[in-house]
């Protein structure tokens, strides 16, 4: 099956979050199984490009529809991990993605509405006729409507289109003029059963064309595609994603496990596996020695994030101070785009920087990461809403311990200590339902009480969690089935 991928994120080349991950992880297994795999991304300037291979300009003469213009572009392929990239480089004064960041620009939909038509237009010129394009969040709902409303009349007949929701807290919220700047029809679309938002007026909701147009939609955990129909977290588009429930489906992401494994990972000082489980202690150490922690008997709690609201930034700044006061070493691993919140935390780094049990780096740092996973005791993803999470299925492989807010693929994926109905084998970390302090309060106690008092129990809680198989195995069965199932017979 001729899988092509429209993404504005792929890991390790452009990655912001989970994102990036996911399209690598799951194009990897894709085409381990034998499917040819493109994936198209924008040419950003701050991309690794030490890590693509054998960048060569492919395509010099694409000329995209903006407006009444039209914008000339390059694409370019390389070899990202032994995965087939196009990257479409746009020449013009908007200079779309020559910005220093992937997002946050007040033009965001402008640039990536532009990169929706721009993908269309290099499937269409360079003659691929993939059985499924696979988009991706709000920055590529638009490409199933010109799919569907105007590429499929010129030649682009038998794609199908997946289109996964991997965060409903962007939208993609605009105007008609973002549908007259890629070529459609306003006022053949702002309607209820179309682009129209659900609740802002004549607003175009980018997010909701991906779902009306594609031939199925999926989030990425099954819980997630549970809630986001029937509690608040559909942010405005539960009625939409109810009227589509039929081809909307919930499969919970994967981790690539060549990236995330303590049994081979060259980030850490020590390998380990659950038969040589006490050398993650080495590892403990090594964290310590990195970020000047004192060396003790006493547990180390850790945070790896996006400092981002939906990731519970209050919690994670309480649970500081709780395990401060509770023989609990900690260590943050963050970093936002918004200024005021990596404010406030650089600030709580300045007032706790003396003390020799916690240690905040507020930026972004992969090394850094795979040796917290490896080193810590305790991994806390206090989320307000969870959509999936990688950060929790990274901490089991590694034999950290999640204690986690029960929401999205928090619930799908860690099962509590004390109160599951699994049984004990089974069991993997510590969840709380209230989203707030005693909530928080009431996990972390348990998780600091167990290490202190009950360590071999402990150490049985971390053995089951490096049991538990998150590979990309099962996802993709699972995607490979939706194509099947949407492509054309
Ligand atoms: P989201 O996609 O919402 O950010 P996920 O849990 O799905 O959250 O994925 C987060 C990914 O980003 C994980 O691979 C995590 O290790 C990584 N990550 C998050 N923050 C940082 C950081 N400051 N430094 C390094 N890696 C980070």
């Not at 993939?130 to 920055?139: F, G, S």
């Not at 929701?165 to 209820?192: A, C, D, K, M, S």
């Amino acid at each position: 099956m001729f899988v092509v991928m429209v993404t504005p994120e792929c890991a390790p080349v452009a990655k912001v979050g989970g994102l990036g991950d996911v399209v690598q992880g799951l194009a990897n297994e894709l085409a381990i199984r034998g499917n040819p795999v493109e994936i198209i991304l924008p040419k950003y300037d701050c991309m690794r490009y030490d890590r693509i291979w054998g960048l060569t300009k492919s395509y010099g003469d694409l000329s995209v529809p903006y407006f009444d213009q039209q914008i000339h572009c390059d694409v370019y392929f390389g070899l990202v991990d032994d995965l087939k990239c196009f990257f479409i480089d746009p020449h013009s004064e908007h200079n779309f993605f020559n910005r220093g960041l992937f997002y946050g620009h007040n033009d965001d939909v402008t640039r990536f509405a532009f990169f929706c038509r721009a993908a269309l237009e290099f499937m269409l010129k360079a003659n691929k006729h993939p059985e499924i394009v696979h988009c991706h969040d709000w920055q590529t709902g638009l490409v199933p409507v010109l799919l569907y409303e105007m590429y499929k009349h010129v030649g682009m007949t038998h794609s199908r289109v997946c289109y996964t929701l991997h965060n409903l807290g962007h939208q993609g919220i605009t105007g008609e003029h973002t549908l007259r700047q890629v070529g459609l029809n306003p006022g053949h679309l702002i309607t209820h059963d179309r682009l129209r938002d659900d609740s802002r007026g004549n607003a175009v909701n980018l997010v909701k064309g991906g779902i009306v147009y594609s031939n199925f939609v999926t989030t990425v955990s099954p819980r997630y595609a549970w809630e986001i129909q029937y509690t608040g977290l559909g942010m405005g588009l539960q009625h939409t994603l109810r009227t589509h429930s039929q081809k909307l489906g919930g499969v919970l992401n994967g981790l690539d496990y060549k990236v995330w494994n303590p049994e081979i990972d060259s980030h850490i000082p020590c390998r380990y596996t659950i038969e040589t489980i006490e050398n993650k202690y080495k590892n403990k150490e090594a964290l310590r020695d990195r970020l000047w922690l004192r060396h003790g008997f006493m547990p180390l709690a850790a945070v790896v994030s996006r400092l981002d609201r939906q990731k519970g930034v209050e919690l994670m700044r309480h649970a500081i101070f709780y395990c401060l006061g509770n023989g609990c070493q900690v260590v943050l691993l963050g970093s936002s785009p918004d200024a005021a919140i990596n404010n406030d935390f650089l600030w709580l780094k300045h007032r706790l920087n003396e003390n020799p049990d916690c240690h905040l780096e507020v930026g972004y740092n992969e090394d850094l990461a795979h040796l917290v996973y490896a080193g810590a005791d305790m991994i806390i993803v206090p989320s307000a809403y969870e959509p999936c999470g990688l950060t929790q299925m990274i901490a089991m492989k590694y034999g950290t311990i999640p204690i986690v807010r029960n929401t999205g693929g928090l619930a799908d994926t860690v099962f509590d200590a004390d109160h599951s109905d699994r049984p004990y084998h089974e069991r993997n970390g510590y969840s709380f339902n209230d989203y707030n302090n005693q909530g928080l309060e009431s996990a972390l106690r348990r998780a600091i009480g167990l290490w202190h008092l009950y360590p071999q129990y402990f150490r049985e809680l971390m053995c089951n969690a490096m049991r538990y198989e998150y590979s990309w195995k099962d996802p993709g069965t699972h995607y490979l089935n939706i194509y099947n199932y949407i492509k054309e017979p």
